[in-house]
């Protein structure tokens, strides 16, 4: 072989890993900007932190609460106010948990952090009979034993990592099961009145966490450690979501803006807009004719960013077939 040619092909195969890795790292920039910017807005937008707030970040090892902490801690840096962080992470004794990685992982950052540990695991399984699902009673327990560690930590707001996509999720659950227009608010007083909670991530993407989440190689725990089955509606909303996601660019995120922009005057609810006391004031409306205004439908686009227009002529059909 010609050495002249293999110095040649090394160079080539050089210059293409390098382009590769110009690619990926620029891919993976503006994927952090995303997520950082979709957090910024939903803390500006439902006003989640004010100046000296002390947040407890709960943190279970899953990729969205890694995303959150790490995306809070940044927003700490370059924020016009003074906040701090402080995440939890409540070890529910679960057969399995390695309750070694979240306290290594947390050494290594620069942040306070505290580990609780409380045995909620054997409650569950001797109070909840053998097939009926436990997350209720658990998710009770975990709520309870946070909102007591945030007092005593001193805390002034807790976070917690859902996004959009559980948001949405928890909406049309309701919707289907449940009767109500409602979802997870991004932001909500607790039952007991005692604290704020906030969701910093709830206009960020799942599917971006989750890319962010694999590239930042954060150590996730599993989630179903303790046995239980995942919630059946939950997944089969949650397949039909990403299913639309792919076929119907723009969908989703047409979904989420609408729970932004709700119009009481044109749903049903009469503790919302006195339609009882709705009478002609012969007076025109400003908005012109929208009293027997037709849904939109057609093109979502317009709810997708720049580069994430439909190209293929195949994914355009699927946008007018909305
Ligand atoms: S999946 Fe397991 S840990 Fe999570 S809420 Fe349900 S019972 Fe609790």
């Known amino acids: 072989?010609?050495?002249?040619?293999?110095?040649?092909?090394?160079?080539?195969?050089h210059a293409d890993a390098q382009a590769a890795a110009k690619k990926k790292k620029y891919s993976f920039n503006k994927l952090e900007k995303r997520i950082r910017r979709a957090a910024g807005q939903a803390i500006d937008d439902f006003g989640m932190i004010t100046d000296g707030d002390r947040i407890m970040v709960c943190l279970s090892g899953g990729k969205d609460s890694y995303t959150l902490l790490s995306t809070l801690?940044?927003?700490?840096?370059?924020?016009?106010?003074?906040?701090?962080?402080?995440?939890?992470?409540?070890?529910?004794?679960?057969?399995?948990?390695?309750?070694?990685?979240?306290?290594?992982?947390l050494a290594t950052q620069d942040v306070e952090f505290k580990i609780i540990e409380e045995d909620t695991y054997s409650?569950?399984?001797?109070?909840?009979?053998?097939?009926?699902?436990?997350?209720?009673?658990?998710?009770?327990?975990?709520?309870?034993?946070?909102?007591?560690?945030?007092?005593?930590?001193?805390a002034t707001k807790i976070a917690l990592g859902h996004h959009?996509?559980?948001?949405?999720?928890?909406?049309?659950?309701?919707?289907?099961?449940?009767?109500a227009l409602k979802s997870m608010p991004p932001k909500l007083v607790s039952d007991n009145g005692e604290h704020v909670v906030i969701r910093p991530l709830a206009y960020a993407r799942e599917k971006d966490i989750a890319k962010y989440a694999e590239a930042k190689q954060y150590p996730i725990i599993p989630c179903n450690l303790c046995g239980s089955q995942e919630n059946l509606q939950r997944k089969v909303i949650k397949d039909l979501l990403k299913t639309w996601d792919r076929q119907y660019p723009g969908?989703?995120?047409?979904?989420?803006?609408?729970?932004?922009?709700?119009?009481?005057?044109?749903?049903?609810?009469t503790r919302l807009f006195a339609f009882r006391e709705l009478v002609a004031n012969g007076i025109a409306d400003v908005n012109g004719d929208t009293a027997f205004d037709q849904p939109k439908v057609g093109d979502a686009s317009e709810f997708l960013e720049e580069d994430e227009q439909p190209q293929s002529a195949a994914q355009q059909v699927h946008v007018i077939n909305l």
Do not use: W
């Open 164 to 179: 959009r996509d559980d948001i949405l999720e928890t909406l049309m659950l309701n919707m289907f099961y449940g009767g």
């Open 73 to 105: 801690q940044y927003l700490q840096k370059v924020a016009p106010i003074h906040f701090e962080l402080i995440a939890v992470n409540l070890d529910q004794k679960q057969p399995g948990f390695p309750e070694h990685v979240l306290p290594n992982y």
């Open 251 to 269: 969908r989703i995120e047409s979904m989420f803006k609408a729970i932004t922009n709700v119009v009481p005057s044109h749903l049903a609810d």
């Open 1 to 13: 072989m010609n050495p002249k040619t293999t110095d040649t092909q090394n160079e080539n195969l």
């Open 123 to 154: 409650i569950v399984k001797d109070k909840v009979p053998e097939g009926k699902t436990t997350c209720a009673l658990c998710s009770r327990l975990r709520r309870g034993i946070l909102y007591k560690t945030a007092k005593a930590l001193g």
